[in-house]
């Protein structure tokens, strides 16, 4: 009977946790509808693509504390898993994704934990995108909670290269055959390459623009 009445506070804690990060990324998703929704009518323009939102799942949650080392308890997923609500804006060049982070850190409720740019560091795998881990107020009826939200702003080239690296990460388990992981590495140079060029083109087009 002890054994369930625990189980049973385990299974409300969780469900509490879930309505939190669920209402975090309702809250981020707002605010950055609203950005885009204002960006495109001072200048015309939609600084964001698309937005993909996530929580993450009980079995991804589990397996990135065993990775890291942790017991699978409630406590430390909150510690220790900072993407449990995940938010990602797809952008269609990079001088949006730096545009959007200035926009993000001026939000003044929105508290910034960490920032890690894998486009100025992409990893050794050729993994590029910029994150940034914050914190968003949410109101319950019995007060407010800070929670933790990663977002994630790469261009769609990024993403697709991520996409389908995430797929062959999965499939392999980090042990891809060498001419697999040569291969993306080669994609994620020519996506570097097509971000730099179409970034290239948007600005003459923008001059050329201007001269008319
Ligand atoms: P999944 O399966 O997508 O949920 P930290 O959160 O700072 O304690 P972590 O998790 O290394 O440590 O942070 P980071 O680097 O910000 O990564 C968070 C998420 O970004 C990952 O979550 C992935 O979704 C994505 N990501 C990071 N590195 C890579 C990469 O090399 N390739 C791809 N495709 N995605 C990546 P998870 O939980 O690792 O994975």
Redesign the pocket.
């Known amino acids: 009977m002890d054994n369930f009445v625990k189980f049973q506070d385990d299974v409300d804690s969780w469900k509490s946790l879930m309505l939190m990060y669920n209402s975090a990324l309702k809250e981020i998703q707002t605010k950055m509808d609203i950005l885009n929704e204002e960006f495109q009518h001072i200048h015309r323009y939609n600084p964001i693509e698309y937005i993909k939102a996530r929580i993450?799942t009980p079995e991804?949650i589990v397996?990135?504390l065993k990775k890291?080392g942790y017991e699978s308890t409630i406590p430390n997923m909150v510690e220790?898993?900072?993407?449990i609500a995940?938010i990602r804006l797809v952008c269609s060049f990079t001088s949006d994704i730096y545009r959007l982070a200035e926009m993000i850190r001026k939000q003044a409720d929105l508290a910034l934990l960490?920032v890690?740019d894998?486009i100025s560091n992409p990893?050794e795998?050729g993994?590029k995108?910029y994150?940034m881990?914050v914190t968003v107020p949410i109101y319950l009826s019995d007060g407010k909670r800070d929670m933790k939200v990663?977002i994630?702003i790469r261009t769609i080239a990024m993403e697709f290269w991520?996409?389908l690296?995430?797929r062959i990460?999965?499939k392999f388990e980090g042990n891809a055959p060498e001419y697999i992981s040569r291969e993306l590495r080669e994609c994620a140079s020519i996506v570097s390459m097509l971000d730099d060029r179409m970034l290239y083109l948007d600005e003459e087009i923008r001059k050329l623009e201007g001269e008319f």
């Open positions: 993450k991804s397996k990135k890291n220790y898993v900072n993407d995940g960490s890690k894998y990893k795998s993994y995108s994150h881990l990663e994630q991520a996409s690296e995430h990460l999965y």
